[in-house]
């Protein structure tokens, strides 16, 4: 956790909308997301699947399929370039470059016919311009770093002659190799056991401490949001519905379903106070995630929420700051109604 609050955004996403077309109609499936990174913290995006987090990941790398999806609306500014309106070379210029991604399942993104070094070498060929011989060195000085033993034996392997762990870390390699801006991590350890996990973890820490990076870390595991973020940003049916720092959204969640996610975690939910720590049951949020066709007007949150009152039925809440004195910057926020009628009792004589 090494973020400098008085950094410039490297990155700053306005009203990002995502629609995607079928034989139903369109669907919006990010709904005016609004967030920013700054150089050297880590943003974890957190909310269930389906709420947005990999789309809005994809969307920043403009790797949404189109057909049938597409940025309808908003921009992604990269250190104050829009990469919404850049062109497809300008593209292929930034990913894997300056902003990197790691995904899910090392198997499903590794090519299982090329040796890891050919892999790690190929952004090095492409963006850095070093020849076979210079790359193939790079890229073990990268298996190094990423705490892969005999790496001058491993570059020459191929992804099926390693475990799961060191997969990841060939993953984590080839997005460092280029030294990115942001590293995105998509669920990075979702199928990995907690020791790999944890050194996982660690080793994100450390090459964002050497690096710099910043890095965009999705998940859903409330309990890895406590470990690796700075900041939180959780997500429901494609919008943000609460933002602010770690501190902050952890032990005075703003929205409802967040405080559900962390109720969903016994000993976080334990450790932020007595409110949580009465409990000694595994908590739940009751219901689903509606489907992107079922929305309608107002809160998305309203079926499953105990507070929800009949403007949630009608009107989509706004954000509302809740600690602006504290990180004016980029103040603690929640996207619920509640917040608009403590704020009319407080201004009421
Ligand atoms: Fe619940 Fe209403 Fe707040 Fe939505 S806006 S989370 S339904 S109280």
């Keep these: 956790m090494s973020a400098d609050p008085s950094q410039v955004a490297l990155l700053r996403v306005q009203d990002l909308h995502v629609e995607f077309k079928s034989r139903r109609g369109n669907a919006m499936v990010l709904n005016g997301v609004d967030f920013e990174i700054r150089g050297g913290e880590t943003l974890c995006v957190v909310g269930e699947s ?5 789309m809005t990941a994809l ?22 370039e829009d990469l919404v309106a850049a062109t497809e070379a300008r593209m292929r210029e930034v990913r894997g470059n300056r902003i990197s991604m790691i995904f899910q399942e090392p198997m499903t993104s590794l090519n299982p016919v090329f040796t890891v070094g050919d892999q790690i070498g190929e952004s090095l060929r492409l963006h850095a311009g070093l020849d076979a011989g210079a790359a ?17 034996r491993r570059v020459d392997e191929y992804p099926h002659q390693l475990s799961g762990g060191m997969r990841q870390r060939v993953m984590i390699a080839m997005a460092l190799a280029c030294r990115p801006d942001i590293l995105i991590a998509d669920e990075p350890t979702t199928a990995l056991d907690v020791t790999v996990q ?27 949001v406590a470990e690796m973020a700075d900041r939180v940003m959780v997500m429901y049916a494609g919008r943000v519905i609460e933002q602010g720092t770690t501190a902050q959204v952890l032990s005075q969640p703003g929205h409802p379903y967040t405080r559900g996610l962390i109720d969903c975690l016994p000993e976080l939910g334990s450790s932020l106070g007595a409110e949580a720590g009465e409990r000694d049951d595994l908590a739940e949020i009751d219901g689903v995630v509606p489907s992107i066709w079922e929305l309608g ?17 009608t009107e989509v809440p706004p954000m509302f700051a809740l600690d602006v004195a504290s990180s004016p910057g980029a103040p603690h ?9 403590a704020l009319e009792e407080a201004t009421t004589p």
């Design 50 to 54: 389906g709420c947005g987090k990999s």
């Design 59 to 80: 969307a920043l790398l403009r790797l949404i399929p189109s057909p049938p999806g597409r940025i309808s609306h908003g921009r992604v500014l990269f250190q104050g």
């Design 136 to 152: 193939r060195k790079r890229s073990i000085e990268m298996l190094q770093q990423v705490g892969i033993p005999a790496p001058e």
């Design 198 to 224: 944890a050194q996982i973890f660690d080793l994100l820490r450390e090459l964002q401490r050497d690096k710099g990076t910043a890095i965009l870390f999705i998940t859903h595991d409330m309990g890895a």
């Design 297 to 313: 007007s107002g809160c998305a949150f309203r079926e499953r929420c105990p507070h929800a009152m009949p403007r949630c039925a």
């Design 333 to 341: 926020g929640a996207a619920c109604w509640l917040h608009a009628e």
